[in-house]
């Protein structure tokens, strides 16, 4: 589907897990856009669309909208055909709790600038590892005990159909295996994620589907 209001533009690249949220996001509403790398673009250039440069960013409008959860709340507003949050005000609140565990308190404690700056800016390198997994090691059993008193044991998150809490949880499950974080302790959480990777809508928005995904060799 086009966007009545122009076309959109997200600026993004292969490995952004919060711009893979966006991505799915966009799959699930069925929404066309414009994918730019930041990769591509002239040094400095960036840094002009996302003062921050920070991905992702979304262009709308002659607009920029920066931060994936503020993305993802006008997608939401402008889009709601397919809603991504459930109608009911405390499961809307319990999605949103969810994605805000992940973005705030696990992704922002271990992205590659946070670990980079532990291992060269503090020379920490060895507290590293035990760092991530101790960020995500409390995110994970948080989320899977959360999961473990919803009302319904649905197929997703929070519903029958995958939403804001799922499009959060993947990204984050790729990240944890990435990094060596271990996820036995977390059944639910692994079950939701391998059910949400094999929808069209989260196969497209994997790293490996993007347009500059490294080609082998
Ligand atoms: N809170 C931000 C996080 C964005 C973020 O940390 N993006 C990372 C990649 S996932 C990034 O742009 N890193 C580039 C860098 O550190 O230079 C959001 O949700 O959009």
Known sequence: ??????????????????????????????LD??????????PGAFARINPQGLMPALGLDGQIV?????????????????????AAPILRAQSLAFGAIIASEMHALTV?????????????????QSWVEHWQGLGFASLEALLARRPADWA?????????????????????????VPLDLYPRLTAISARCSALPAFIAARPDMQPDFPKPG
Request: aromatic share 8%; with cysteine.
């Open 1 to 30: 589907m086009t966007n009545q209001a122009g076309r959109m533009t997200l600026f993004t690249r292969w490995q952004n897990s919060a711009g893979e949220r966006v991505r799915i996001a966009l799959n699930l509403k069925g």
């Open 112 to 128: 590659n600038r946070v670990r980079r700056f532990l291992e060269d800016g503090l020379s920490a390198p060895m507290a590293v």
């Open 33 to 42: 856009y414009d994918y730019v790398s930041v990769d591509g673009l002239e």
């Open 66 to 86: 920066t931060q994936s959860l503020a993305i993802l709340d006008l997608l939401e507003q402008m889009f709601p055909a397919r809603p991504l949050l459930p």
């Open 156 to 180: 997703y998150c929070y519903g029958d159909e995958p939403g804001w809490a799922d499009l959060h949880l993947v990204p984050q499950v790729s990240a944890a295996q990435r990094l060596g």
